[in-house]
């Protein structure tokens, strides 16, 4: 009996880029077996070492989770979908109103009355969201579109928070910017444009990193937060905060063609942990910087987000809590399946174990940069620098230098005398890597160091020592070696 199975973007170059493969079972425990016998190298992604399933990937038959059902014993036939949805960083109260709702103006009469008319929201809603407090997290590709709407809707305070400037490669998705603001900083470019869309509101910018010494001091201030952070610590920190102080989470979250949208932490609902109670391990979920995003992704789930935190402002409709939406936008399909708050939750469920901030970067297995050995996390010896590399080429001491990146990556800029093999492909090809007493030294890269680091782990394992992970990639290649080679 043949059961189709969903595969995510983020796992799909292990699938053969299929979307969804048919396989025979009568349980998901076997359907998940069979799948990861067809295609291998997807068996270390939904598996550990001892043969779990990961705590960090969700399996859902139509829309309920198997963890509530009767987990891998859970049946199948034919008619059923087998959904997988690894971790990429009802209905509810509204916001609790203050005792007297501020004025609208004459003039905001005449810039919200498109809402004023709706009963859904009328007067009383746009007054709400008038004095309304909300903070994004992240001015970039989710944090534009959410605070634009935000800002077009009435929110009174919009609160932001990062600590970037504006560089090109943000201008495909991050809307909030124009080519002109590029080397500024995001919240004075953020801020300008916003103000300028919407004198009414008062922008308050937070120019830091969030950590947990300064979260609950800022969360505290808004009422709602829109979580459009791109690292699993983040993640992990917003859903924390938001719990211990009782504030709803806008969640959203975007990979290539693949995006997720919920709203966390409200009164009795699920949080961020009860989906994903432990995050992947580091390097294993590719950020979008190495593996790319579709550049109107975001505008659709930033939008998303700014909805459901008007929604919770005004009590209108009924919100995601309760609830995960899943968007593929290479099939225009929304989906959504069941969330469920789960009693053993560390944070919001009925014995809690977590009540204080935490140090997010040792609970998601990142090392801090002055602790880690090298930038990549490898030791000193494995790592070599572009300009070590570029004294051995000129002085005719060449070593095989091996490209990991994806074709695409190749095409817009190379190092000449590199070879090409994608990093997902490298265990397949090791016949294609010099090898023996005379072989040439190896040098590694990718596009900033990360995948290479990982490639030159699997090439120790495999009995290459001469081997070396070039700190900072090709793009430090380009920063300070050859100017004229493009970066991405």
Known sequence: MAVIVRIPTPLRPFTGQ???VEIDGATVGQILERLT???AELRPHLFGADGSLRSFVNVYVNDEDVRYLDKERTAVNAKDTVSIVPSVAGGTDAVEAADAQPALSHDEVKRYSRHLIMPEIGVEGQQRLKAARVLCIGAGGLGSPAS???AAAGVGTLGLVDFDTVDFSNLQRQILYSSRDVGRRKLEAAAERLT?????????????????ANALDIVSQYDIVVDGADNFPTRYLVNDACVLLGKPNAYGSIFRFDGQASVFATKGGPCYRCLYP???PPGL???CAEGGVLGVLPGIVGTI???????????AGQTLAGRLLLFDALSMEFRTVKLRRDPACPICGDHPTITTLIDYEQFCGVAPVAQAESPAGLPAEDETTVEELKARLDGGDAPWILDVREPREYDICRIPGSTLIPLGELSKRLAEIPSGPDAPDIVVHCKMGGRSAKAVALLRQHGYTRVQNLTGGILAWAAKIDPSVPTY
């Open 18 to 20: 299929q979307a969804s």
């Open 37 to 39: 016998t067809q295609f």
């Open 148 to 150: 634009l709407y935000l």
């Open 196 to 212: 300028s869309l919407n004198p009414g509101v008062r922008v308050v910018e937070h120019e830091t990193r969030l950590s947990s």
């Open 285 to 287: 979920v590719p950020s």
């Open 278 to 280: 432990e995050p992947p």
């Open 305 to 315: 987000q700014a909805t459901e935190a008007i929604k919770i402002i005004t009590g």
